[in-house]
């Protein structure tokens, strides 16, 4: 069974940087793309950004673009978001997704983890 | 960018009868890359449906999928009590994804 298990979402003052991790497990890892996606509590969803397999493509929604760093590590299975310069506006649940197909290209989400809540808030 | 437009916000339907929610996309965009998720309160989403119309794995044969160009169509035949929940299309497009901002379909 496919997992993937989010953490160090917290608070976090406007301007302040914060490091989200997941960990995935019950697939091969190194085989298929990956991305983050946020929600506000209540409102819809935004892709926020994506990374292939070998890191090799990679991209960023405009609103994150220059802030935030995705990256990935194949030996622990693991899938990273770093946040730089952060504002109100970021406050959300950040969710770790499995890209479904695998290989250098992006295709649709499955499946989804259960999300790490980030408020930004002085 | 291409923004993506649900109708209608809220649908308001019985157990039993016919769901029609609608995905209208700003621009025509490839049938392969439009999915839909369903989420339900407290949960993360789920795929549905992608390439327009090919239902992931364990989907129910209720929900089907349709459309091209820049309408796309989910319709669940018989609504059951599980069903009720917020549908979001997504489409995949220039290194870059958009959401529809979501129908929810509520129990009448």
């Known amino acids: 069974e496919v997992q993937l298990v989010e953490s160090g979402g917290g608070l976090v003052q406007p301007g302040r940087s914060l490091r989200l991790s997941c960990a995935a497990s019950?697939?091969?890892?190194?085989?298929?793309?990956m991305h983050w996606v946020r929600q506000v509590p209540g409102k819809g969803l935004e892709w926020v950004s994506g990374?292939?397999?070998?890191?090799?493509?990679?991209a960023y929604a405009d609103s994150v673009k220059g802030r935030f760093t995705i990256s990935r590590d194949n030996a622990k299975n693991s899938l990273y978001l770093q946040m730089n310069s952060l504002r109100p506006e970021d406050t959300a649940l950040y969710y770790c997704?499995?890209?479904?197909?695998?290989?250098?290209?992006?295709?649709?989400?499955?499946?989804w983890g259960q999300g790490t809540l980030v408020t930004v808030s002085s | 960018e291409v923004v993506l437009t649900q109708s209608p916000g809220t649908l308001s339907l019985s157990p039993g009868e016919r769901a029609t929610l609608s995905c209208r996309a700003s621009?025509?965009?490839?049938?392969?890359?439009l999915t839909w998720y369903q989420q339900k309160p407290g949960q993360a989403p789920r795929l549905l449906i992608y390439?327009?119309?090919s239902r992931a794995t364990g989907i129910p044969d209720r929900f089907s999928g349709s459309g091209s160009g820049t309408d796309f169509t989910l319709t669940i035949s018989r609504l059951e009590p599980e069903d009720f929940a917020v549908y979001y299309c997504?489409?995949?497009?220039?290194?870059?994804?958009?959401f529809g901002q979501g129908t929810k379909l509520e129990i009448k």
């Open positions: 997704v499995k890209d479904f197909q695998g290989g250098s290209h992006f295709s649709w989400f499955d499946p």
């Open positions: 019950g697939f091969s890892f190194d085989d298929f793309a």
């Open positions: 390439g327009a119309s």
């Open positions: 621009q025509s965009i490839s049938g392969s890359y």
């Open positions: 997504q489409q995949y497009g220039s290194s870059s994804y958009t």
């Open positions: 990374i292939s397999w070998n890191s090799g493509n990679i």
